[in-house]
Protein backbone atom coordinates (compact mmCIF):
# COMPACT_ATOMS: atom_id res chain seq x y z
CA UNK A 1 0.00 0.00 0.00
CA UNK A 2 1.38 3.56 -1.19
CA UNK A 3 0.65 6.72 1.92
CA UNK A 4 0.88 9.93 0.28
CA UNK A 5 1.05 13.35 2.00
CA UNK A 6 0.68 16.61 0.47
CA UNK A 7 2.27 19.97 1.88
CA UNK A 8 2.82 23.57 0.77
CA UNK A 9 -0.85 24.55 1.01
CA UNK A 10 -1.58 27.71 2.50
CA UNK A 11 -2.66 31.47 2.28
CA UNK A 12 -1.25 33.56 -0.63
CA UNK A 13 -2.70 37.11 -2.41
CA UNK A 14 -4.06 36.88 -5.79
CA UNK A 15 -1.37 37.23 -8.33
CA UNK A 16 0.78 35.71 -5.80
CA UNK A 17 2.36 31.83 -6.51
CA UNK A 18 2.77 28.73 -4.37
CA UNK A 19 4.24 25.59 -4.67
CA UNK A 20 2.76 21.99 -3.30
CA UNK A 21 4.54 18.85 -2.94
CA UNK A 22 3.34 15.23 -2.92
CA UNK A 23 5.50 12.20 -1.38
CA UNK A 24 4.62 8.36 -2.00
CA UNK A 25 6.20 6.29 -0.13
CA UNK A 26 5.04 2.49 1.22
CA UNK A 27 4.72 -1.04 -0.50
CA UNK A 28 4.89 -0.95 -4.21
CA UNK A 29 6.14 -2.53 -7.53
CA UNK A 30 6.37 1.21 -9.41
CA UNK A 31 4.78 4.09 -9.61
CA UNK A 32 2.56 5.33 -12.41
CA UNK A 33 0.52 8.32 -13.03
CA UNK A 34 0.75 10.94 -10.90
CA UNK A 35 -1.89 14.18 -10.30
CA UNK A 36 -3.51 16.93 -8.33
CA UNK A 37 -6.75 17.50 -8.13
CA UNK A 38 -8.84 20.12 -6.16
CA UNK A 39 -12.11 20.17 -4.66
CA UNK A 40 -13.32 24.30 -4.54
CA UNK A 41 -16.23 24.66 -1.54
CA UNK A 42 -19.64 23.27 -2.43
CA UNK A 43 -18.27 21.60 -5.85
CA UNK A 44 -17.33 18.42 -7.05
CA UNK A 45 -13.46 17.53 -7.02
CA UNK A 46 -11.64 18.16 -10.53
CA UNK A 47 -8.47 17.19 -12.24
CA UNK A 48 -5.75 19.84 -12.30
CA UNK A 49 -2.69 18.46 -13.77
CA UNK A 50 -1.31 14.89 -14.36
CA UNK A 51 2.16 13.21 -15.23
CA UNK A 52 3.06 10.16 -16.29
CA UNK A 53 6.90 8.34 -14.97
CA UNK A 54 7.83 9.48 -18.88
CA UNK A 55 7.13 13.09 -17.96
CA UNK A 56 4.02 13.49 -20.17
CA UNK A 57 1.93 16.17 -18.96
CA UNK A 58 -2.76 17.22 -19.20
CA UNK A 59 -3.45 20.23 -17.67
CA UNK A 60 -7.05 21.67 -16.91
CA UNK A 61 -7.77 24.65 -19.05
CA UNK A 62 -8.68 26.94 -16.57
CA UNK A 63 -4.78 26.55 -14.89
CA UNK A 64 -2.70 26.33 -18.76
CA UNK A 65 0.08 28.85 -18.86
CA UNK A 66 -0.30 29.27 -14.79
CA UNK A 67 0.13 25.71 -13.10
CA UNK A 68 3.28 23.62 -14.14
CA UNK A 69 3.65 19.83 -12.88
CA UNK A 70 6.89 18.19 -12.55
CA UNK A 71 8.13 15.04 -10.56
CA UNK A 72 11.22 13.97 -9.28
CA UNK A 73 11.07 9.50 -9.70
CA UNK A 74 14.07 9.10 -7.40
CA UNK A 75 12.64 10.47 -4.79
CA UNK A 76 8.87 9.85 -5.53
CA UNK A 77 7.49 12.94 -5.55
CA UNK A 78 5.01 15.03 -7.58
CA UNK A 79 4.95 19.33 -7.50
CA UNK A 80 2.75 21.31 -8.40
CA UNK A 81 3.78 25.01 -9.00
CA UNK A 82 1.13 27.45 -9.52
CA UNK A 83 1.81 31.22 -10.70
CA UNK A 84 -1.11 34.35 -10.78
CA UNK A 85 -3.21 32.57 -8.64
CA UNK A 86 -6.94 33.87 -8.46
CA UNK A 87 -9.52 33.70 -5.84
CA UNK A 88 -10.92 30.71 -8.31
CA UNK A 89 -7.99 28.52 -7.15
CA UNK A 90 -9.23 28.74 -3.77
CA UNK A 91 -9.93 24.92 -2.86
CA UNK A 92 -8.54 21.86 -1.24
CA UNK A 93 -6.19 20.45 -3.35
CA UNK A 94 -5.27 16.25 -3.42
CA UNK A 95 -2.65 14.05 -4.52
CA UNK A 96 -3.60 10.88 -6.82
CA UNK A 97 -0.87 8.68 -7.17
CA UNK A 98 -1.34 5.61 -9.15
CA UNK A 99 0.98 2.54 -8.31
CA UNK A 100 1.96 -1.19 -9.40
CA UNK A 101 1.68 -3.77 -7.08
CA UNK A 102 2.81 -6.93 -8.88
CA UNK A 103 0.04 -6.92 -11.63
CA UNK A 104 -2.41 -4.82 -9.72
CA UNK A 105 -2.95 -1.06 -10.77
CA UNK A 106 -3.85 0.26 -7.20
CA UNK A 107 -4.61 4.58 -6.50
CA UNK A 108 -3.92 6.59 -3.42
CA UNK A 109 -5.16 9.65 -2.20
CA UNK A 110 -3.53 12.05 0.07
CA UNK A 111 -5.77 13.67 2.88
CA UNK A 112 -5.64 17.14 1.09
CA UNK A 113 -4.00 20.32 1.17
CA UNK A 114 -6.08 23.86 1.68
CA UNK A 115 -4.92 26.53 -0.71
CA UNK A 116 -6.62 30.14 -0.24
CA UNK A 117 -6.38 33.01 -2.71
CA UNK A 118 -7.19 35.96 -1.13
CA UNK A 119 -6.46 39.76 -0.29
Known amino acids: QVQVVESGGGLVQPGGSLRLSCAASGTYSSLSDMGWYRQPPGKQRELVAA???????NYADSVKGRFTISRDNAKNTVYLQMASLKSGDTAVYYCKVNYMYYRELLTSWGQGTQVTVSS
Open 51 to 57: ITRGGGT
